[in-house]
């Protein structure tokens, strides 16, 4: 059952998303916190924007919903960040429970992957000289 699927300007809390998906029948939750690293393809990243499509939290929902619907899931819960981010910010938190911990570590793994594949947010990444560049334009 899908709990969550939010973009937001606040900040993340991991936290929420773990209660929300903590159930009884669960026997694994998985947790994957995206963050802003320090570096992107060889060169210093200082910090970056996102930002989303108007219609990016639907089509959030959207995926959400689909990975929530596979047998042997409990509940799933997501959020993705917009805005202005530094190094070290989270940027997007994703929350699986299942039966068996194989479904919830598959489950977790194809929503943050359908996420970045489908869900309109993109990044601007700012370098220290100044210069910054869009990452996974379509």
Known sequence: MLRRAVVTESPL????????TAEGP????????????DHDDGRAVQGLDYEA???????????????ASAPGLIAVA????????????????????????????????LLIDTL???VPIW???HHPDGSSGWVGLP
């Open 13 to 20: 809390d991991p936290s929420r998303l773990l209660a929300l």
């Open 26 to 37: 669960a026997g694994g939750q998985v947790l994957f916190v995206g963050m802003v690293r």
């Open 53 to 67: 499509h108007p219609g990016a939290e639907q089509e959030l929902r959207r995926v959400a919903e689909q990975v």
């Open 78 to 109: 997501v959020e993705h960040r917009v805005g202005a981010l530094a190094v070290g910010d989270l940027a997007v938190v994703v929350a699986v429970s299942a039966a068996h911990r194989d479904a919830a570590f598959d489950a977790c793994r």
């Open 116 to 118: 970045k594949a489908q």
């Open 123 to 125: 990044k601007r990444q």
